[in-house]
T-cell receptor, first 111, second 113 residues
Framework: SQQGEEDPQALSIQEGENATMNCSYK?????LQWYRQNSGRGLVHLIL?????REKHSGRLRVTLDTSKKSSSLLITASRAADTASYFC???????????FGKGTRLSVIA | DAGVTQSPTHLIKTRGQQVTLRCSPI?????VSWYQQVLGQGPQFIFQ???????GRGNFPDRFSARQFPNYSSELNVNALLLGDSALYLC????????????FGQGTRLTVV
């Protein structure tokens, strides 16, 4: 079963615009991670946010975490065509259990 | 440094056959996890191995098995293949057992006909 649910399922924006993706999960977590996947190949780790953190930045990426609402958001600013990919959130329930992935958001950035 | 390598990249098998998928983790990484990703879905956890011992198993039938070798490489075996086993199989390695950053290989695309 998949704990995380990304929203929206698909998103299409123009180059230069910001893209926001949301993730909701069901149980308490140790940390939450975001991954990118290009064309159904391997996943690339983007950012990890721990349960005691509320916001984290990495380049054009900004991730927020609201543990009271069991939700996270990923913001990509000034999007580029190369950002076109599927984005997945993955939750780590306890630190020693497997990552649980959502179904992903398919982002299309149109040049 | 080489990343996580998986072989083969593509594979076509017939129902009922057996398949072995291989994964070499990043040098120094002792944890290897296997995931199955069906088209349009997120990766589903199959197995985790750490220091050559199974540390976790997902909700998959006994037809799925895996092992980790002394050099930390890993194999995933699937017996009696079904059409529903068609998927992208992903291997991820990490430094330790704790879930920090996982490094994924490019996957093996298995098609069962």
């Amino acid at each position: 079963s998949q704990q995380g649910e990304e929203d929206p399922q698909a998103l299409s924006i123009q180059e230069g615009e910001n893209a926001t993706m949301n993730c909701s999960y069901k149980t308490s977590i140790n940390n939450l991670q975001w991954y990118r996947q290009n064309s159904g190949r391997g996943l690339v780790h983007l950012i990890l946010i721990r349960s005691n953190e509320r916001e984290k930045h990495s380049g054009r990426l900004r991730v927020t975490l609201d543990t009271s609402k069991k939700s996270s958001s990923l913001l990509i600013t000034a999007s580029r065509a190369a950002d076109t990919a599927s984005y997945f959130c993955a939750t780590d329930p306890s630190g020693n259990t497997p990552l649980v992935f959502g179904k992903g958001t398919r982002l299309s950035v149109i040049a | 440094d080489a990343g996580v390598t998986q072989s083969p990249t593509h594979l076509i098998k017939t129902r009922g056959q057996q398949v072995t998928l291989r994964c070499s983790p990043i040098s120094g990484h002792k944890s290897v996890s296997w995931y199955q990703q069906v088209l349009g879905q997120g990766p589903q956890f199959i197995f985790q191995y750490y220091e050559k011992e199974e540390r976790g198993r997902g909700n998959f039938p006994d037809r799925f098995s895996a092992r980790q070798f002394p050099n930390y490489s890993s194999e995933l075996n699937v017996n009696a293949l079904l059409l529903g086993d068609s998927a992208l199989y992903l291997c991820a390695s990490s430094l330790g057992r704790q879930n920090t950053e996982a490094f994924f290989g490019q996957g093996t695309r298995l098609t069962v006909v």
